[in-house]
C-alpha cells in the first residue's frame, strides 16, 4: 500500500516557476515508478511526466517538454515536479500517481495509486 500526499501548488504569474512535491509513504517506494498528471473541469486526466525506479528514464508529454522536470529522491520517498516557464494552459489539479510496473506509463488506468491533487493556477 502506498499513500501519497502532494504539496507546492499555488498561484503563479505567466513565466514563472513552482516545484510541487509528493511524499509518499510505504517501504517500497523506490519499487514504483511516479508520474504527474493534471486535470482541467470537463476534461479527462491527462499524463505530464513520469519517471522510472531508477530515475534512469524520464518521460515528459509534449506540452510540457523542456518546461517541466521530474525527479525523485528515492530516501526522502517523494517525487518532484519542476515546472519553468509556466503558461495559463498549465492551470490544472496535479496528481501523483504511483505504478509498480517497470516501464513508465502514460494512461491513468495503468496506474496503481494516486494522491488528492494539487491545485496550479496561471494567471495572464
Known sequence: QVQLVESGGGLVQAGGSLRLSCAASGRTFSRYSMAWFRQTPGKEREFAAGISWSS????YADSVKGRFSISRDNAK?????????LKPE???VYFCA???AYMIQTKTNQYDYWGQGTQVTVSS
Open 90 to 92: 498549465d492551470t490544472a
Open 56 to 59: 534512469g528514464s524520464t518521460y
Open 77 to 85: 520517498n517523494t517525487v518532484y515536479l519542476q515546472m519553468n516557464s
Open 98 to 100: 504511483a505504478d509498480s
